[in-house]
Each structure stands twice: as structure tokens, then as C-alpha cells.
């Protein structure tokens, strides 16, 4: 009981500090927008080319089916992809109201975290790993679009100058011999307490390298050295075994309709 009680209060923790982060990178997106709705959802539009990033996103454990109605309703029309995020299992009810809004496709992905405190690097990961700056945020989109298949404005969002500026924010890379980004990551620090990591990705020619691992513990260091007690983020079901190397676990499967 006690585990599962500490794993529910995980789970909350990192889902209110996910939230943050999504309304900062949503905030300064191109016609991005963070709009409460009602109590426990949010009507988020990054512009990001993932349905994680655009979407109701419900953090009651169980939605009220009615509002979920009326806030698919109202949700804009965009052209990146957009779904219904909901905790904990998915009603009946709840696939109903989204199939009727055409969201038919149904995924789970698991949330992660790991306790830095006691936390230590790989050290086979050597690929040299640096800072990416405000004024190459043009070839951190480029990195992203090539790692992840898309294209430069669902990139975008995740590679704005305005949030390289922000404090709470660090984007690492490594480059090829031509001096592109090879392999990226960047990580939010919307409280003191917690940091997600995102939008890490390497291009496909030069994957199976170590250079993501690389990027992700540079990352995971720098909040370490900063006090940071737990880091987090959203794993693709391929991607989890990966992590679970690095010390991160599930904390939490969230499913999207879309």
C-alpha cells in the first residue's frame, strides 16, 4: 500500500511539474496557447508535431464525460497533430466521446522518473556533448526535424530562440565532423525540485552511437550539479528499455486518443 501510495504522489508531482513545462514551451510557441478548462483540464496547442504536445490533457484520474465533450468541442482547428490525454484507465464513455470527435487511434506511452541524488553517469558515454545557444536555435530544429521525421514548424516549438532564453531551460548537442547537430536534448526546470528532459532525438544515420545517451546524461549532470532532486520524462514504448538503463522507472502510463 505504501508503495503504491508513493507511486501515486510521484506520478501526481510529475504530472503538475509536466504541466508547467507544456504551458512555458506552449507559451512561447508560434500561436501557441494554454487554456484552463474547468478544473482539472487544460486545452494546450504547441504547434509540435506530437499529440503529446497538443490536446486536452485531463489530469483527474477520471474524467467528467461531459466536459471532455464540451472541451473537444472547443478546441482549435490545427493543423499538427492533437489527441485527448487521459490518467488511469479509459471509459467507455471517454472512447465514445473521442471516437465520435474522430480521435479512433488509442497509444500509451509510460512516464519516467529517476531519483538524482544517488545517480551516476555512464562513463562509456564519452561523445563531447555542448550547450546549445539562443542563436542556433534554427540548427536545433533542424536536429529535431531530422531526428523525429518532421518538419522545421513542428520543430519549432521545442527550438524557439524565445525559449533558449529562458533560464529554466538548457538544450545540449553534439555535432558532426560538418558541424550540424547530430544528437539533442533540452530540459525544463519549471520548479527547483524537478527537471524534464525533451525533444531528445538523434538523426537516423548516426544512431546506435551512444551520442543520445550522451546527450541525456549531460543533461541529467547539469541538474544534478544544480540540486535538482528527480528528473522525469515521457519514454515511446521502444525508448523505455533504454531509459530504464539510465535508472529511470514508470511511474505512470498515460493513454492519448487521437
Same mark, same amino acid.
Given at each position: 500500500?505504501?508503495?503504491?501510495?508513493?507511486?501515486?504522489?510521484?506520478?501526481?508531482?510529475?504530472?503538475?511539474?509536466?504541466?508547467?513545462?507544456?504551458?512555458?514551451?506552449?507559451?512561447?510557441?508560434?500561436?501557441?496557447?494554454?487554456?484552463?478548462?474547468?478544473?482539472?483540464?487544460?486545452?494546450?496547442?504547441?504547434?509540435?508535431?506530437?499529440?503529446?504536445?497538443?490536446?486536452?490533457?485531463?489530469?483527474?484520474?477520471?474524467?467528467?464525460?461531459?466536459?471532455?465533450?464540451?472541451?473537444?468541442?472547443?478546441?482549435?482547428?490545427?493543423?499538427?497533430?492533437?489527441?485527448?490525454?487521459?490518467?488511469?484507465?479509459?471509459?467507455? =464513455?471517454?472512447?465514445?466521446?473521442?471516437? +465520435? *470527435?474522430?480521435?479512433? $487511434? !488509442?497509444?500509451?506511452? @509510460?512516464?519516467? %522518473?529517476?531519483? &538524482? =541524488?544517488?545517480?551516476?553517469?555512464?562513463? +562509456? *558515454?564519452?561523445?563531447? $556533448? !555542448?550547450?546549445?545557444? @539562443?542563436?542556433? %536555435?534554427?540548427? &536545433? =530544429?533542424?536536429?529535431?526535424?531530422?531526428?523525429?521525421?518532421?518538419?522545421?514548424? !513542428?520543430?519549432?516549438?521545442?527550438?524557439?530562440?524565445?525559449? &533558449?532564453?529562458?533560464?529554466?531551460?538548457?538544450?545540449?548537442?553534439?555535432?558532426?565532423? !560538418?558541424?550540424?547537430?547530430?544528437?539533442?536534448?533540452?530540459?525544463?526546470?519549471?520548479?527547483?525540485?524537478?527537471?524534464?528532459?525533451?525533444?531528445?532525438?538523434?538523426?537516423?544515420?548516426?544512431?546506435?552511437?551512444?551520442?543520445?545517451?550522451?546527450?541525456?546524461?549531460?543533461?541529467?549532470?547539469?541538474?544534478?550539479?544544480?540540486?535538482?532532486?528527480?528528473?522525469?520524462?515521457?519514454?515511446?514504448?521502444?525508448?523505455?528499455?533504454?531509459?530504464?538503463?539510465?535508472?529511470?522507472?514508470?511511474?505512470?502510463?498515460?493513454?492519448?486518443?487521437?
Amino acid at each position: 500500500m505504501t508503495d503504491t501510495l508513493e507511486n501515486t504522489y510521484l506520478a501526481d508531482l510529475v504530472d503538475e511539474e509536466r504541466m508547467l513545462a507544456l504551458h512555458l514551451i506552449a507559451e512561447l510557441a508560434p500561436a501557441g496557447s494554454y487554456r484552463p478548462f474547468g478544473a482539472a483540464s487544460v486545452a494546450v496547442v504547441s504547434g509540435a508535431g506530437t499529440a503529446t504536445a497538443n490536446g486536452i490533457i485531463w489530469s483527474d484520474l477520471e474524467p467528467d464525460d461531459h466536459l471532455l465533450a464540451d472541451a473537444i468541442a472547443a478546441f482549435p482547428h490545427i493543423a499538427a497533430p492533437w489527441g485527448v490525454q487521459v490518467r488511469g484507465r479509459v471509459s467507455d =464513455a471517454v472512447r465514445e466521446i473521442t471516437e +465520435r *470527435a474522430g480521435l479512433a $487511434v !488509442e497509444m500509451t506511452l @509510460p512516464t519516467m %522518473a529517476l531519483p &538524482l =541524488a544517488e545517480w551516476t553517469p555512464d562513463l +562509456r *558515454a564519452s561523445a563531447p $556533448v !555542448e550547450r546549445i545557444e @539562443p542563436a542556433e %536555435a534554427d540548427a &536545433l =530544429a533542424r536536429a529535431i526535424a531530422a531526428g523525429m521525421g518532421g518538419t522545421l514548424a !513542428e520543430s519549432a516549438p521545442y527550438a524557439s530562440r524565445a525559449l &533558449l532564453e529562458r533560464p529554466e531551460v538548457v538544450a545540449v548537442g553534439v555535432r558532426t565532423p !560538418e558541424g550540424e547537430f547530430a544528437s539533442v536534448g533540452l530540459s525544463i526546470t519549471a520548479t527547483p525540485s524537478l527537471v524534464g528532459l525533451y525533444a531528445i532525438t538523434t538523426v537516423p544515420p548516426l544512431r546506435r552511437q551512444g551520442l543520445g545517451l550522451a546527450v541525456t546524461q549531460s543533461l541529467l549532470t547539469a541538474a544534478q550539479a544544480n540540486g535538482t532532486a528527480m528528473a522525469y520524462l515521457q519514454s515511446s514504448p521502444t525508448a523505455r528499455s533504454l531509459y530504464a538503463k539510465i535508472g529511470f522507472d514508470t511511474v505512470e502510463e498515460l493513454t492519448y486518443l487521437k
